[in-house]
C-alpha cells in the first residue's frame, strides 16, 4: 500500500473528462487487465471509442482521483439513460415496465468505476461513485457487475444497492448481475 498522501476527487463534466482522457485511459487499463476482466489492448480501445461518445452527452458526468502530484488513482463516469434506452433489453429475465421506464432524468447508468491497486480499500472508489451522482437528481443508479469481482459486488451491495437481474452487456461479455441503487430524495 502506498504512503498516506492525500486523494483528490474531481468531478468532471464532458469535455472536462476529454482533457482527462489519458488519465481515464491509464486507469481504466490498468484495472481491467485483472480478473475476471482481462481486457485486451483492443477491449480497451473499443471501451474509448465509445467514452467520446459518452462525453458527448449532456449528462455525462465524470470524476477523476488523483494524488497530489497528479497521479491518476481511479474513475467513475455515466450518463442519465434516456427514453429509448437498450439497458433494460439486456436483461435475461424481463422486469416490470414501471422499473423499465426511463425519462432522460430518471436513472443514472454508471458506466464505470475503478480504483487501481495500490490505493484500494482506501474509500476512494466511494468518493468517486458520490461525485458522479452529486446534484444528478436522478431516482436511482443502474450498473453491471462482474459477479466474480467479489470486492466491487461487496461494496455496491454494502452501499446500498439491489440485484434486479443478469445480462450480457454486450455481445461476447460475460454474464454480469445488473444493480440498483434507489437514491433519496
Not at 480478473?35 to 459518452?54: G, I
Not at 488523483?66 to 433489453?89: F, Q, R
Not at 484500494?120 to 468518493?127: C, E, K, V
Amino acid at each position: 500500500m502506498r504512503g498516506p498522501e492525500t486523494i483528490a476527487v474531481e468531478p468532471m463534466d464532458g469535455p472536462a473528462a476529454v482533457q482527462a482522457e489519458d488519465a481515464f485511459h491509464l486507469v481504466y487499463a490498468e484495472v481491467f487487465a485483472e480478473p475476471p476482466y482481462c481486457e485486451t489492448a483492443e477491449d480497451v480501445k473499443v471501451t474509448f471509442r465509445r467514452f467520446r461518445s459518452q462525453t458527448r452527452k449532456h449528462t455525462f458526468r465524470g470524476a477523476l482521483a488523483h494524488t497530489g502530484k497528479g497521479e491518476p488513482v481511479g474513475i467513475a463516469y455515466g450518463y442519465n439513460l434516456g427514453s429509448t434506452t437498450g439497458w433494460w433489453d439486456q436483461l435475461i429475465a424481463p422486469v416490470p415496465d414501471e422499473m423499465r421506464r426511463e425519462d432522460g432524468r430518471r436513472t443514472f447508468g454508471l458506466m464505470e468505476l475503478a480504483v487501481r491497486a495500490p490505493w484500494r480499500g482506501r474509500g476512494i472508489a466511494r468518493r468517486l461513485h458520490d461525485a458522479v451522482l452529486q446534484g444528478n437528481g436522478a431516482e436511482r443508479v443502474l450498473l453491471n457487475v462482474h459477479p466474480e469481482s467479489k470486492a466491487a459486488v461487496a461494496a455496491y451491495r454494502s452501499w446500498g444497492y439491489r440485484k434486479i437481474g443478469d445480462a450480457y452487456p454486450w455481445e461476447d461479455a460475460d454474464l454480469h448481475d445488473v444493480l440498483l441503487l434507489s437514491l433519496p430524495h
